[in-house]
């Protein structure tokens, strides 16, 4: 019993910590990743040379990847144990899923093939859906739980720089 009683003051300790800063190091993280992928969509929307278009996709794609993989193993279980609506977490997984498959469609696929800018078209669109979602719903039940966000957001950057660096010599080889 003292234990839990501990556990739950460390928690709320840590979860009044997080609220003194402007964001929980973990939804900052997040956060700073939609940015960055919104960025490389406007990018590739702007941009008319092939090469460098098929270049800003497969950077597209490595970071949706890595993204969708450490919000699976780390954020949505623990979002699942933690907040009441099941929906969220579920949703979320199916548009993960439903982006992942596009994604490999656009791996699989020659730049000059004549589906290849609707699709990576397509996959923007529905990642901005997801992010809104995410952020104006997920996001804020999670503040509102009792977890310590700045926590989970080490661990969320710690498995990104694993995947980032194991993706990269995969790419290489």
Same mark, same amino acid.
């Given at each position: 019993?003292?234990?839990?009683?501990?556990?739950?003051?460390?928690?709320?300790? $840590?979860?009044?910590?997080? *609220?003194? %800063?402007?964001?929980?190091?973990?939804? *900052? @993280?997040?956060?700073?990743?939609?940015?960055?992928?919104?960025?490389?969509?406007?990018?590739?929307?702007?941009?008319? &040379?092939?090469?460098?278009?098929?270049?800003?996709?497969?950077?597209?794609?490595?970071?949706?990847?890595?993204?969708?993989?450490?919000?699976?193993?780390?954020?949505?279980? @623990?979002?699942?144990?933690?907040?009441?609506? &099941? &929906?969220?977490?579920?949703?979320?997984?199916?548009?993960?899923?439903?982006?992942?498959?596009?994604?490999?469609?656009?791996?699989?696929?020659?730049?000059? &093939?004549?589906?290849?800018? $609707? %699709?990576?078209?397509?996959?923007?669109?529905?990642?901005?859906?997801?992010?809104?979602?995410?952020?104006?719903?997920?996001?804020? $039940?999670?503040?509102? $739980?009792?977890?310590?966000?700045?926590?989970?957001?080490?661990?969320? @950057? *710690? %498995?990104?720089?694993?995947?980032?660096?194991? @993706?990269?010599?995969?790419?290489?080889?």
């Amino acid at each position: 019993m003292a234990t839990s009683q501990s556990k739950s003051t460390g928690s709320t300790a $840590a979860k009044k910590k997080s *609220a003194s %800063r402007s964001k929980p190091k973990a939804l *900052a @993280m997040l956060e700073k990743d939609h940015r960055e992928v919104e960025g490389l969509f406007a990018d590739f929307e702007k941009q008319e &040379d092939e090469a460098k278009k098929a270049e800003i996709v497969q950077t597209i794609c490595m970071e949706l990847k890595v993204h969708a993989q450490i919000e699976e193993e780390l954020l949505y279980p @623990m979002a699942q144990e933690e907040i009441d609506d &099941d &929906d969220l977490v579920h949703e979320a997984l199916v548009e993960h899923h439903t982006a992942k498959q596009l994604i490999k469609e656009i791996e699989t696929a020659r730049s000059s &093939d004549s589906l290849y800018d $609707a %699709r990576v078209k397509v996959l923007g669109e529905y990642v901005k859906h997801h992010v809104k979602e995410e952020e104006g719903e997920l996001f804020p $039940a999670l503040k509102k $739980a009792d977890v310590d966000l700045d926590e989970l957001g080490e661990k969320l @950057m *710690a %498995r990104k720089t694993e995947l980032v660096e194991k @993706m990269s010599k995969s790419a290489k080889s």
